[in-house]
């Protein structure tokens, strides 16, 4: 690793925090501020005077003169860091100015017409991207930007402009038809956006990208949340709070998991198989394995870790040290699952029977009079012994919810029972057990679904070989390694079909708690 | 309790109740419901867990040759220890050795905006589906629930296609304007990080700063604060220990994670992180036991460090939550 290297990764984390930190800034300055903060307090300055104003707009232009000057004057000022910088100092001008303008002329103005006035240059905004992006192969400093992405902005820009300037004429009509009718405009635009996108790819030879579809999604979140939000003036400032979040899982979560259960059904090239994929799955001996494995996995992790953490949890109740012994069966829990397979490879590791034994599994195994086991490769006991190393991850946190749970039954019905002349068994069978019901279905839910999703213990210590494969390895290789993604497409969605009876378990109980509140 | 234990984050809430009950006012004599047998068999469990993890944190220690030939157990009749299995792994320049101090660096420079980023972006989700009043809200809020429990298998193929055709010409763009950045980055890695953390960070600091009174809100309304003061002044300070006690977590997890640096990362020595080199070399120097040792108990390091030095964090932060509330 050089130097520049590590500036340079150290630059990436500073630039990317800094600007996450600029955009969260602009995004709160929407609402009402604390004027003694610092930062804010400069956003409320320039709501007063010209002054501050000037100087922003000196620094950048500044920044831009600057960058003008050192291009070819100096060897590390590039051609494309100049019109970075450019750009930067330009669009920063751009922006306090039109601030100014705003804050200026429609301070006045009742707030429909200022709505309407923003939403108008919003869409002329997004016409000028769209025409700047069409003319991108012309212009040295855009060439970054592919013919499917001009083609993905032209999509967009046109109906988010439409939407834009219907919106704006809406904003003075009264409110609950305005409400409406600006929740049907952004649907519009959101199916416009698809339709183009389809009537194009259709007729062009190389495919659009995902990035329209992803832009649909963005359109029908921004109508929703404003139909949500334009309720009454309190509710508003959700849009601030939520957005971020609501459109980042839009796209990072709703989309791609609806994707992916259409890929489900296509093979290799991406053309529809109806449901070859499944029948592959339900026919293949490995992916039936695959199967089996997962099914074993999610029987024994979640029983055997709960029974021996609640053992456990037993025996050191109040005892003294608990807080050490819990923590030594805990600490599985902040080791890394590559971690614990490197661990628990070392344990299982095998020399031959003349040879003398490193892992401690074999080991014993000599001890007592038996030949060393390949452990890892014998199945099907290979995968019992991965099971094994979830479970010892596991119980730490099944253990450390039951004894809070145990600390939780009333010690008056603990000593009723033994006044009435209960015996241990007795006390925790008929008043600990019931005591703690929910808190043991809670923790049996969630191991089974992080059972379900393991993947980095079968990855690093068999990597899925010796018939010790379970589904989200699979997914991983079909997908990621073999270039089949709509195998890997109908291994996630049988993923998903497995947890949903918890999911849906798991809201009833979240309704349930809503209502008791 | 059974609202937290939905979660991984339950440790925290048990170890509050834990404090509550031991030291407050059910401190009364106190009494075992259980046998001298009891206590052997919590200590043989106990050993069970721990040995593992000692067996490699030993060996570790011990010379190249020595760990390939005899079991760690030796060490107690014929002790030797050396540093010169870390330093070959974190340091050496050879290309067929690990050379982790590299991907050392990556795991920081992942795990700290990757928490940082889906904590800020979920407290100001969890504030607005907690105390702002609008249609709808509880809906939403189901819907951010029932993602948390989605395999984020099901997400990596599209949200990898969106970024290679969205995300890669940026990032080329930024290489060619700022050279020594690579255009291998780390963007990728931190958005979907967020990403995947958030549906579970929004439902947990949502849980907490619905906790808060409402007295306390409804006081400072009176008063002339907006949502944005209220959020400033009065939720994040009530609500940082939450915040800190989930960002731990989440900076666990994101240190930890396997499968989202194997699909978002590079690969290369450019960001790819400890675990993806670890699980490499698992993979191709199985028996290589000198260098997996050190390399895991390098990965170990920070988790531990982190799970060791900061626990009772958990434990005060939410005890003055719970205290006010």
Do not use: C
């Not at chain 1, 520049?4 to 602009?26: N, R, T, W």
């Not at chain 1, 930062?39 to 500044?62: C, E, N, S, T, V």
Request: charged share 15%; glycine share 8%; proline share 5%.
């Amino acid at each position: 690793m050089t130097t520049m290297d590590l500036i340079g990764k150290v630059m990436q984390a500073v630039v990317g925090l800094a600007a996450f930190g600029v955009a969260m800034a602009l995004l709160l300055a929407f609402l009402d501020r604390p004027d003694d903060k610092p930062l804010l307090k400069g956003f409320a300055a320039l709501k007063r005077g010209m002054r501050p104003r000037l100087i922003i707009i000196g620094a950048f232009a500044l920044i831009a003169i600057l960058a003008r000057l050192l291009y070819g004057a100096v060897p590390w000022m590039t051609q494309g860091m100049t019109n970075l910088l450019i750009i930067v100092g330009l669009a920063g001008i751009g922006v306090v100015l039109l601030q100014w303008a705003l804050d200026r002329l429609l301070q006045p103005a009742p707030p429909a017409v200022r709505s309407a006035v923003l939403r108008g240059i919003g869409a002329v905004l997004a016409i000028v991207v769209a025409i700047v992006a069409q003319s991108a192969e012309s212009v040295p400093a855009l060439d970054w930007i592919t013919p499917a992405l001009a083609v993905s902005g032209l999509i967009v820009a046109l109906p988010l402009a439409g939407a834009l300037v219907l919106t704006a004429g809406i904003a003075f009509v009264r409110q609950p038809i305005r409400r409406n009718a600006r929740l049907l405009v952004w649907l519009v635009a959101a199916a416009a956006v698809v339709v183009i996108t389809l009537v194009l790819e259709s007729q062009r030879d190389e495919p659009i990208g995902v990035w329209t579809w992803a832009a649909a999604a963005a359109l029908s979140v921004i109508g929703v949340l404003g139909y949500l939000a334009d309720r009454d003036e309190d509710s508003k400032p959700m849009l601030v709070f939520l957005m971020p979040a609501a459109v980042l899982l839009t796209i990072g979560l709703v989309y791609p998991a609806i994707r992916t259960a259409l890929l489900a059904f296509t093979d290799k090239t991406g053309t529809f198989n109806g449901l070859d994929n499944f029948i592959w799955m339900f026919s293949q001996r490995e992916a039936l394995i695959t199967l089996g494995n997962t099914i074993a996995w999610v029987i024994l992790v979640p029983l055997v870790s709960t029974a021996v953490g609640l053992a456990y949890a037993v025996f050191i109740d109040k005892s003294r040290g608990e807080k050490v012994y819990k923590m030594l069966v805990f600490m599985p829990m902040a080791i890394s699952f590559v971690g614990a397979g490197i661990i628990w490879k070392f344990m299982y590791s095998y020399r031959g029977a003349e040879q003398e034994q490193i892992g401690l599994v074999n080991q014993l195994i000599v001890m007592v009079g038996g030949e060393p086991q390949q452990i890892l490769q014998n199945s099907p006991w290979n995968t019992l012994a991965l099971i094994i190393v979830m479970i010892w991850i596991q119980t730490g946190f099944a253990m450390v919810v039951l004894s809070a749970a145990i600390k939780g039954v009333p010690t008056e019905q603990l000593e009723a029972a033994e006044i009435d002349g209960a015996n241990p068994w007795q006390r925790f069978r008929n008043v600990t057990v019931p005591g703690i019901r929910s808190s043991l279905v809670v923790v049996v839910t969630t191991i089974s679904i992080a059972t379900l999703k393991v993947f980095d213990i079968v990855r690093t210590m068999t990597a899925g070989n010796f018939d010790t494969s379970v589904v989200a390895n699979e997914m991983y290789t079909q997908a990621f390694r073999s270039g089949e993604p709509g195998r890997g497409a109908a291994l996630a969605l049988i993923l998903f079909i497995m947890v949903l009876p918890i999911v849906v378990y798991n809201i009833r109980v979240l309704n349930q708690q809503k209502a008791i509140r | 309790m059974t609202s937290a234990a939905v979660t991984p984050d339950s440790e925290i809430t048990s170890e509050t109740a834990e404090a509550a009950l031991g030291g407050g006012r059910f401190d009364r004599v106190k009494k075992r419901l259980t046998s001298p047998w009891a206590t052997l068999a919590a200590i043989v469990i106990a050993l069970l867990w721990t040995i593992p993890t000692f067996g490699l944190f030993l060996s570790s220690f011990r010379p190249a040759d020595q760990i390939a030939t005899t079991g760690w157990w030796t060490f107690f009749t014929d002790p030797q220890l050396t540093l010169d299995n870390y330093g070959e792994v974190l340091f050496s320049g050879s290309s067929s050795s690990p050379q982790l101090g590299e991907y050392f660096v990556n795991s920081l420079l992942i795990s700290i905006p990757g928490t940082l980023i889906p904590l800020v972006l979920a407290s100001l989700a969890a504030y607005a589906f907690a105390w702002v009043k609008f249609k709808g809200s509880s809906t939403l809020f189901v819907i951010v629930f029932a993602l948390q429990i989605v395999p984020l298998q099901m997400a990596l193929i599209p949200l990898l296609q969106l970024f290679v055709t969205f995300l890669q010409p940026f990032q080329n763009a930024l290489h060619e304007a700022i050279p020594f950045i690579s255009d291998k980055q780390f963007l990728p890695v931190w958005i979907a990080h967020t990403i995947f953390g958030l549906p579970l960070a929004i439902f947990l600091l949502h849980n907490f700063i619905s906790e808060i009174p409402r007295e306390v809100i409804e006081a400072a309304r009176v008063d002339g604060a907006g949502h944005g003061q209220i959020f400033f002044r009065i939720i994040l300070p009530l609500a940082m220990p939450a915040i800190a006690s989930f960002g731990i977590f989440q900076f666990l997890w994101v240190w930890n994670d396997l499968l989202v640096a194997l699909v978002f990362s590079s690969g290369t020595p450019d960001t790819a992180p400890l675990t993806q080199r670890l699980a490499e070399l698992a993979g191709s120097r199985g028996e290589d036991w000198e260098r997996l040792t050190a390399g895991a108990f390098v990965s170990l390091i920070v988790p531990l460090l982190v799970f060791f030095g900061l626990q009772r964090y958990f434990v005060r932060g939410l005890l003055a939550g719970s205290a006010k509330g």
